[in-house]
């Protein structure tokens, strides 16, 4: 498996602030995605980030809102931008792993409450 | 719309028994499926994947795949007090994207 760093791991932020989320894997990989994972609900895919392009989002959520940067094959950002209460949630990035399956790891997340 | 549908719990096991976890999709495209464990507070860790229809083992686990019924089940055998977790279904359509259910909760009674 990979191994996945994310920063910062937990955050409090102001109503209309921005916080950009750091997603570090220890080797290359194709495929990096970002999940959200609100309170008590399973994960939701918000986008594909892709290395030399711009990211595939999701239906519900727009670039505005989450800006999203690929810039290698081991590193992405994920903003999360003028932030409201309901974007409390925990953010998650995963990779994808071909072994002798294609799979998903995910990092440890970060925990955002916006206040 | 591609749905995963888990049955959320919370499911109670005496210890060393049979924990049964059920999922069903709507996609009959999907190719691969998987079952990740979360533990409170932490990230989903991936425990089993199947792609063909009929059981794979590994070790206390079992993934059970029926692509006629859109049905995967997990099943842990032995239970133990640290398989208490939440239980995640994905389902992979072949396009490298994961639809996630929402999770079953199992608690196993020492």
């Known amino acids: 498996s990979a191994v996945i760093s994310q920063k910062p791991s937990r955050d409090i932020c102001q109503r209309g602030t921005s916080l950009t989320i750091q997603c570090q894997v220890d080797s290359q990989v194709t495929m990096m995605f970002w999940y959200r994972q609100q309170p008590g609900q399973s994960l939701t895919l918000i986008a594909t980030a892709n290395q030399g392009s711009e990211a595939t989002y999701e239906s519900g959520f727009v670039i505005d809102k989450f800006p999203i940067s690929r810039p290698n094959l081991t590193f992405s950002t994920l903003t999360v931008s003028n932030m409201s209460p309901e974007d409390s949630s925990i953010y998650l990035c995963?990779?994808?792993?071909?072994?002798?399956?294609?799979?998903?790891?995910f990092g440890p997340g970060t925990r955002l409450l916006v206040l | 719309q591609k749905e995963v549908e888990q049955n959320s719990g919370p499911l109670s096991v005496p210890e060393g028994a049979i924990a049964s976890l059920n999922c069903t999709y709507s996609d009959r495209g999907s190719q691969s499926f998987f079952w990740y464990r979360q533990y409170s507070g932490k990230s989903p860790e991936l425990i089993m994947f199947?792609?063909?229809?009929g059981d794979k083992e590994d070790g206390r686990f079992t993934a059970q795949l029926n692509k006629a019924s859109q049905y995967v089940s997990l099943l842990i055998r032995d239970s133990q007090p640290s398989d208490s977790a939440t239980y995640l279904c994905?389902?992979?359509?072949?396009?490298?994207?994961?639809?996630f259910g929402t999770g079953t909760s199992l608690t196993v009674i020492p």
């Open positions: 995963s990779v994808d792993r071909t072994s002798d399956q294609e799979t998903q790891y």
């Open positions: 994905a389902v992979d359509n072949g396009g490298n994207q994961f639809y």
């Open positions: 199947i792609y063909s229809n």
